[in-house]
């Protein structure tokens, strides 16, 4: 294949709401282009970009996926990304390396909650949008309550560059309102459309839509406005560039209509593309991360002249090419067998046998210019968010920062044959999956794997087995309560032992009384006139840590305490360290007796987006788990409810929210502070931790 310099390179990513048409799109588009023999489907398993197994049995985009298309003299790259909400972060970690964002919302229900989370990830970017209504010819698609939706949730600048020509099942066609030219298609065709006037019946509509255009581009340009004004229009050969400057600038959205199925309107966005969207030369220069010790940061200009420098935007596990990089090239040339310095790791890789990527088939090429994406396999330390290029000219790219995954569970291997399997190939996911964490739990003793939600966990899980046959099963996580004290006390722990030769002995009197919260531990020494020799006042503070790791309630650590040695005595033959870390322990349980000891759990701070009309239904379930509404915002059609919840209300929230909103709603969460349990839950929790000891039952202190 040949190669392309960055002025003909448009690198897109194509982003939206699950269900939206996103890979039938690009499926349309590869076909239209004769980029395939064949126009792929998604449920048939036949999608270029849907190709792994279980994308193609759950019939839904789960990863980013590349291909290309040759159109004219420019190059396409299509990066095909997710949009359901437990994968939705695949999408905003391929948007630094692109130069344009379509925006795909369904011709039925228009904007969704995911096509708001997108669109706020192209802002957080400053990434140009268009939005694309496809599937425009399903039974009750309508273009005006699209553009109501859209306009309702992201502005005016939302403005239609296409009218629909027919509709439903009936649609044939296109109106392009920057040419004044109808496009029309033949059922079954090659996807090019066959240029035309506008049919009589929507010259009227046609003509108010392309002035609103022409006043929209003309905003801000006052010389554009007045020759607006003065010729009650603006020539083509001025409205395209005009235009052009628009969208790289933030200033409009444009509209396009198609259906990826019906391949109609697949060559009229290809054509956008190439006219519309910047190219990677137009960028500014892009600025790396400052150096630790200060300075200012280094940048690069997207040019071939520059030094080489590549950015890797995703890794992929292949069973037998090994890991496979995915990389944009941000400055200079990378040829075949070049030798790049990792930035990040301090090492130096070679990139042996550079390719562009087809869905899963690797393209080879020689070289890859500034601004062109390209992959790259088997390089031995390099990661996702890893910066490589000249050791003479270095430069890190700012990393894509990520929301913590908002459920956890607890994994065990269900034999020991997946036992020693399970951390492998936990972390070989992990390379591909930025939103996965695998970690164990240090309180409870517990692996714990979190992920983005409950069908996330179901791929990483089937995943596992079909990939590294390992089975493992899942169970909700133990919650990491800690216990505190909300009194004093003033305690003595003497510990003595005699038996026939030397005999143990240890004695200290202290104070104990709370800290606030997040406090942690403290002891103080106030010793004085030698009671305790100085070499045997750590052994004290061990023996009190030792107690506080093992709980006094119901076995979890005790925190947000202070303790103070005031007095005490020795033995001079039979004191020893093991001695005074015995009367530690003897002395913190005899405080922990009367220093009213209670239980603290942790408390989420969660973020929920639903649409409106399940505002309600949130509201109230948040109540019933104890939950503190913090805060409400809507946007878009979109309630966003801030709130506070126990961690042991929020276990199987994932689940319960899809079951409440059909699927529509997401949420996040991260660790916020610990509180006290109430009473009656400390209770349970202390009479479930002593029947599983065999002890009996006592009331809370």
Not at 166 to 175: A, C, H, I, P
Not at 367 to 381: M, P, Q, R, T
Request: contains cysteine; aromatic residues 8%; proline residues 4%.
């Amino acid at each position: 294949m040949k190669t392309y310099e960055g002025i003909n390179v448009r690198n897109v990513a194509v982003v939206g709401h699950g269900h939206a048409g996103k890979t039938s799109l690009v499926s349309a588009m590869l076909y239209t282009s004769s980029a395939t023999q064949r126009q792929g489907r998604v449920d048939d398993g036949s999608a270029t970009t849907d190709y792994d197994e279980e994308e193609v049995a759950r019939k839904m985009s789960i990863a980013t996926s590349l291909a290309h298309v040759e159109w004219g003299k420019t190059k396409i790259n299509f990066l095909d990304t997710p949009g359901f909400n437990m994968f939705v972060h695949e999408a905003k970690m391929v948007l630094p390396v692109v130069d344009a964002a379509v925006v795909v919302v369904d011709g039925v229900a228009g904007v969704e909650v995911v096509t708001q989370r997108v669109w706020n990830y192209c802002e957080e970017y400053q990434t140009p949008r268009v939005v694309v209504a496809s599937r425009m010819d399903r039974e009750r698609a309508d273009a005006e309550r699209v553009l109501n939706s859209l306009q309702s949730a992201f502005g005016r600048n939302v403005i239609p560059l296409e009218l629909p020509i027919g509709s439903e099942k009936n649609l044939r066609g296109v109106v392009d309102l920057v040419r004044m030219k109808a496009y029309t298609y033949e059922l079954g065709g090659n996807g090019k459309g066959k240029e035309g006037p506008i049919p009589d019946n929507m010259q009227e509509v046609a003509q108010a839509a392309h002035e609103k255009l022409v006043e929209m581009i003309a905003e801000g340009d006052d010389a554009l406005m007045e020759e607006f004004f003065d010729k009650g229009t603006i020539p083509e050969e001025d409205l395209i560039p005009a235009l052009h400057n628009a969208i790289r600038e933030d200033k409009i959205f444009p509209v396009l209509f198609s259906s990826g199925l019906g391949n109609i309107g697949a060559d009229r966005l290809m054509d956008f593309i190439v006219d519309f969207t910047p190219n990677a030369t137009e960028h500014e220069a892009i600025r790396g991360e400052a150096a630790a010790e200060g300075g200012e940061a280094p940048q690069r200009k997207e040019s071939d002249s520059e030094p080489a420098s590549v950015y890797v935007f995703k890794t992929v596990s292949d069973a037998f090419a090994g890991r496979i990089s995915y990389f944009k090239v941000f400055s200079g040339v990378v040829k075949n067998d070049a030798t790049l310095q990792n930035f990040s790791k301090n090492s130096a890789e070679k990139f042996a046998h550079i390719s562009v990527m087809q869905g899963k088939t690797a393209v080879p090429v020689n070289e890859l210019h500034a601004g062109d994406i390209g992959a790259v396999a088997k390089l031995k330390d390099t990661l996702t968010g890893d910066t490589l290029g000249d050791k003479n000219a270095p430069i890190q790219y700012p990393h894509v920062k990520l929301a913590e995954p908002a459920i956890t569970f607890a994994i065990e291997p269900k034999s020991r044959a997946d036992e020693d399997k399970l951390g492998p190939g936990i972390h070989k996911l992990m390379e591909e999956d930025g939103m996965l964490r695998f970690y164990r739990d240090p309180q409870t003793n517990e692996f714990l794997i979190a992920c983005a939600g409950q069908q996330h966990i179901e791929v990483v899980v089937a995943k596992m087995k079909k990939r590294y046959h390992t089975e493992v099963n899942l169970k909700a996580p133990k919650v990491p309560y800690r216990e505190t004290i909300r009194g004093r006390a003033d305690v003595q722990g003497r510990h003595k032992k005699q038996t026939g030769g030397h005999g143990q002995y240890g004695d200290c009197k202290i104070k104990m009384e709370p800290l606030t919260r997040g406090g942690e531990f403290e002891f103080v020494n106030d010793i004085f006139g030698g009671a305790i020799p100085k070499n045997y006042i750590p052994a004290i503070e061990k023996g009190i840590k030792d107690a506080a790791a093992r709980g006094y309630l119901a076995g979890y650590p005790v925190v947000d305490f202070k303790v103070i040695l005031y007095d005490g005595s020795y033995h001079d033959v039979d004191s020893n360290d093991m001695s005074f870390q015995m009367a530690g322990r003897i002395a913190f349980r005899k405080a922990m007796e009367s220093a009213k000891p209670t239980l603290l759990e942790p408390v989420m701070a969660v973020e929920i987006t639903v649409p409106d009309e399940f505002a309600g239904s949130i509201m109230g379930d948040l109540n019933s788990r104890r939950g503190r509404i913090q805060g409400m915002d809507n946007k878009g059609g979109n309630t966003i409810v801030k709130a506070e919840v126990p961690m042991a209300e929020m276990l199987t929230y994932g689940v319960d929210l899809t079951a409440m909103t059909q699927g529509r709603g997401s949420f996040n969460m991260e660790m916020n502070h610990y509180d006290i349990v109430p009473g009656q839950l400390q209770e349970k929790i202390v009479e479930k931790y002593k029947a599983s000891r065999g002890e009996v039952t006592d009331d809370v202190a």
